[in-house]
């Protein structure tokens, strides 16, 4: 059993304690106080969730909406951008609804009723107990229906709940830095990601030189592309990346039976045996007609 500091409340529940859920959760941590923030995240990672985390609320925006979350935990006093105006655009902005719990040290009902307008989904106070907010945190991931887990174009299909990928029923063997890639390509279809925004999702800390987003893009080809017919992973120079059908043509060969060779060609012209036949002898007194002379003593 590990004994984990807490530094936010008493706890008195260790992480092998809690009821871990059948399937992790992917969770977005926003928040700018790097102690509390770095409990949270031991804590969370020792009960079997992934976890991404964002020190401010910009930061946190656009992680939000250029990932697949189960959760969001979000801290309402924010530099940059606080948590409700943060709430207000992500509501706007993103297609779906991800819960938010919104956490602070403001404890009025004002202060709750505020949280809720602004499209948080639970609401917690501090100090508050780690266990408390694992509870909180597995009840609204149980809230997700699991079609929106499963994401499907074409041939591809993603479980992003398991971090699982298929192409034509086959695995596809992913790092998770090249699973994130092909999820981000995949809930962005068919428009184009640029680069800038592929890095800062992947590495929102400190985004690496171009080689390593060159490096995963290959890797990721390797696995989606090259073992099939047809490209669905395609870059356009200067612009982005992005996702598209592969042609039709190249994975169906086409199944119509052949007719036979020999049915196909026009048949022969036959005669018919009771046509009349022209006779060709010639009137009385009329020789028959020579055949052209072969030689100049015929000719002569």
Not at 31 to 48: H, I, K, Q, T, Y
Not at 169 to 192: D, I, K, S, W
Not at 231 to 244: E, P, S
């Amino acid at each position: 059993m590990i004994n984990l500091p807490v530094g936010t409340g008493p706890d008195t529940q260790q992480p092998g304690e809690s009821l871990l859920p059948s399937q992790p959760l992917h969770i977005l941590l926003i928040e700018d106080e790097p102690a509390l923030a770095r409990n949270m995240l031991d804590f969370l990672a020792l009960s079997g969730h992934q976890t991404d985390y964002a020190r401010d609320g910009r930061h946190g925006l656009q992680l939000a909406l250029a990932g697949h979350y189960d959760l969001i935990v979000l801290d309402l006093m924010l530099p940059k951008l606080d948590g409700l105006t943060l709430c207000r655009q992500l509501r706007a902005q993103a297609p779906a609804q991800t819960p938010v719990l919104m956490l602070t040290a403001r404890d009025t009902l004002d202060d709750k009723l505020q949280g809720f307008a602004a499209g948080a989904d639970d609401y917690l106070t501090k100090p508050f107990a780690l266990a408390e907010l694992l509870a909180r945190c597995e009840a609204l991931g149980r809230r997700r229906q699991p079609a929106d887990y499963c994401l499907q174009i074409g041939p591809l299909q993603l479980d992003r709940r398991r971090h699982q990928a298929w192409r034509d029923g086959l695995p596809l063997v992913l790092n998770p830095t090249c699973f994130r890639l092909l999820q981000m390509l995949a809930e962005h279809y068919p428009a184009l990601v640029s680069r800038q925004q592929l890095s800062a999702s992947l590495w929102p800390d400190e985004p690496p030189d171009s080689d390593s987003l060159r490096s995963h893009l290959y890797l990721l080809r390797q696995q989606l592309d090259k073992p099939f017919a047809g490209t669905m992973l395609h870059t356009v120079h200067g612009v982005g990346v992005q996702l598209r059908l592969p042609d039709d043509t190249t994975q169906k060969k086409s199944t119509a039976p052949q007719q036979d060779t020999a049915q196909q060609k026009d048949p022969a012209p036959q005669k018919d045996p009771a046509a009349p036949r022209k006779d060709t002898t010639p009137p009385p007194g009329e020789t028959p007609q020579a055949d052209a002379p072969h030689s100049p003593a015929d000719q002569a």
